[in-house]
């Protein structure tokens, strides 16, 4: 079945408690993405990764970092989280034109 | 920049039509999407055009007018679980891994 999957689910925290969110896919897709969805905002992107080792900032890139070292995983790391950075997170990956499969989401709050 | 605008919320009786349009203005386009997204859970994939002219997929149909930046997605024989948040993204051309997404359009569906 193919999956894309991110882990936690859910996560409170603290600020400036160092964090990774995971993102996982089995379908061996080159591309991955990382979005964060606020009310009224909608989805705007984080980074973007074309293939291993290929990673670019998206939209709103300030405060998080990210790697591919293979291609099925793309975590997203807070270093330092601030409150402003409390959102629902997106794992998203994609073959062709599209971005086909999104993982669950990850609800983080930073307080 | 790179502005995607659509409605804010639609309301529409079952079955029937709604028409969902976007307008976009950028720089370099390359391909529209719509995804459609239910309260707390992920979007999922519903279209993808790039070249001009209506695609249509059973009860979805999107089209494209890239002169206009303009797109609309229109949903035919309404059903109550067509009740959800359906948003238009824009890739561009300089960055193919660039997605850019508008706010949404909630669409409410009525007995």
């Known amino acids: 079945e193919a999956q894309v999957t991110q882990n936690p689910r859910y996560l409170i925290t603290v600020t400036g408690k160092k964090l990774t969110v995971t993102c996982s896919q089995n379908?061996?897709?080159?591309?991955m993405s990382w979005y964060r969805q606020d009310p009224g905002l909608g989805l705007r992107q984080i980074y973007y990764?074309?293939?291993?080792?290929?990673?670019d900032k998206g939209d709103v890139p300030e405060g998080y970092k990210v790697s591919r070292k293979e291609k099925r995983n793309f975590p997203l790391i807070l270093e330092s989280p601030s409150p402003n950075q409390t959102s629902l997170y997106f794992c998203?990956?994609?073959?062709?034109?599209?971005?086909?499969?999104f993982g669950q989401g990850t609800r983080l709050t930073v307080v | 920049g790179q502005n995607i605008d659509q409605p804010t919320e639609m309301t529409a009786t079952e079955g029937a039509i709604v028409q969902i349009n976007c307008t976009y203005q950028?720089?370099?386009?390359?391909?529209l999407f719509w995804y459609q997204q239910h309260a707390g859970e992920a979007p999922t994939f519903l279209s993808y055009?790039?070249?001009?002219g209506l695609e249509e997929k059973g009860r979805f149909s999107s089209f494209l007018s890239r002169s206009k930046g303009y797109s609309y997605l229109l949903l035919k024989e309404l059903q109550m679980k067509d009740s959800a948040s359906y948003l238009c993204?824009?890739?561009?051309?300089?960055?193919?891994?660039?997605?850019?997404f508008g706010a949404g359009t909630q669409v409410v569906v009525t007995p």
């Open positions: 998203a990956t994609g073959q062709g034109p599209a971005e086909a499969f």
């Open positions: 379908m061996n897709h080159e591309y």
């Open positions: 990764s074309m293939n291993v080792e290929v990673t």
């Open positions: 950028t720089s370099g386009f390359n391909g």
């Open positions: 055009n790039v070249l001009d």
């Open positions: 993204a824009v890739r561009k051309t300089d960055s193919w891994g660039k997605l850019q």
